[in-house]
T-cell receptor, first 114, second 115 residues
């Protein structure tokens, strides 16, 4: 079955540690996205990538980093510089220009930093 | 830049009653519009989308939305809700910027269906 996988579902870290969230897709999509979701604030775009080895900052990129070495994979690192990292993180993918821009979402990773 | 406003953060409703979740977007020459649904601790699932053609679009589970260009709205409706419709609903609009396409999401509307 085609889809997006995110692992782990729940992640706990101590303050000051970097942590990497995994996102893999087998939909043959060129574009991938990372969002952060906080209660009452909807989805905020962290980073996005339209092609391998290229990515762009979204609205709240500070304290985060990404890489896109393979089409299928777009891991997100939450660094110790992120002031308030506890949140629900969602990965998505889509076709690029010329399509409907519909995004497909993974199940999410809930990160708790104490 | 595009923006999306979901006018109600929470909508309580009794089972089998009708419901409307409101969504307005900022004006643009052409837009693609989406409604997504999110159940607790899960990712977002596409409910329906407007790309072109008929302004009334329907989902397989009884929801429908109407694209209204003059009012820049894309309200979601269901004539009779079920307990299982309890979820958070997000309206989104496409945006192309610098050659990159993105979706701009509203803040979400939490639909609570009571027996």
């Amino acid at each position: 079955d085609g889809g997006i996988t995110q692992s782990p579902k729940y992640l706990f870290r101590k303050e000051g540690q970097n942590v990497t969230l995994s996102c893999e897709q087998n939909l043959n999509h060129d574009a991938m996205y990372w969002y952060r979701q906080d209660p009452g604030q909807g989805l905020r775009l962290i980073y996005y990538s339209q092609i391998v080895n290229d990515f762009q900052k979204g609205d709240i990129a500070e304290g985060y980093s990404v890489s896109r070495e393979k089409k299928e994979s777009f891991p997100l690192t939450v660094t110790s510089a992120q002031k308030n990292p506890t949140a629900f993180y969602l990965c998505a993918s889509s076709h690029v220009l010329g399509r409907s821009y519909e995004q497909y979402f993974g199940p999410g990773t809930r990160l708790t930093v104490t | 830049a595009q923006s999306v406003t979901q006018l109600d953060s929470q909508v309580p409703v009794f089972e089998e009653a009708p419901v409307e979740l409101r969504c307005n977007y900022s004006s643009s020459v052409s837009v693609y519009l989406f409604w997504y649904v999110q159940y607790p601790n899960q990712g977002l699932q596409l409910l329906l989308k407007y790309l072109s053609g008929s302004t009334l679009v329907e989902s397989i589970n009884g929801f429908e939305a109407e694209f209204n260009k003059s009012q820049t709205s894309f309200h979601l409706r269901k004539p009779s809700v079920h307990i299982s419709d309890t979820a958070e609903y997000f309206c989104a609009v496409s945006e192309v910027s610098g050659g990159y396409n993105k979706l701009i999401f509203g803040a979400g509307t939490r639909l609570a269906v009571h027996p």
